[in-house]
Structures are given as structure tokens and as C-alpha cells.
């Protein structure tokens, strides 16, 4: 987990299965609990969990993981995003360390 400035923390994984359902049952199994954790700490203000790119078939847990979290947790911001490690990816977690107005999305970058 890496924590930026103004209160926003990122955290990515790149350990999750290829099947959507494997993948969606291992992030809940293994990652939900830390994410509340560091969630919860007061000097946290948003939250941004960073995956690796998968199909069309990830796009349903992915999605409801970001709206509910930011359900949850409001009003802390908490976004999913998802791309390769290319620039336009980091600009997108750059984007969202400081976007006020953005919370509960799961945004995906492309290169």
C-alpha cells in the first residue's frame, strides 16, 4: 500500500486469478479485510485499489467493489481502477489522488 499525499492511499494487486469468479473470490477472501483496515485509519481520506487489466467479464465485481466501498465509507472516496503499468495509468491514479467529485467508479485506462 502506498500512501500519497493529501490523504490518499493506493494499493494495487496483481495476484488475482484470470477466471472473473476465481478472481473475485480471492481479492474478497484475501484483500477486503486489509483494504477496510486502512480504510478505517483516520488520516485517510481516499482510496484507490489498483488492478491488473482483465476482460469484460471482471467489469461486474470490479464496479460493485468500488460502489459499495464508497457506499460504506462515505464521505472518504474510493475508486477501482485497472490498465497495464503504462503512463496513461499512472496519470489515471494520478488523476483520481486529487479528484473530489469521483468516488464509487471503477475506471479502466488503455494504452
Known sequence: M???QRGHFEWGFG???GKALDAHCAFFDRHLDPVRKALEEPRCQSFTIALAPANHEH???R???AADLAREYAP???NVAAGPKTRAFDE???YLEDAPGVTGQYL???E
Do not use: I
Request: aromatic letters at 4%; glycine letters at 0%.
Open 2 to 4: 502506498k500512501e500519497t
Open 15 to 17: 495476484d488475482l486469478p
Open 59 to 61: 467489469d461486474a465485481w
Open 63 to 65: 464496479s460493485a467493489l
Open 76 to 78: 472518504k472516496r474510493v
Open 92 to 94: 489515471l491514479l494520478e
Open 108 to 110: 479502466q485506462a488503455h
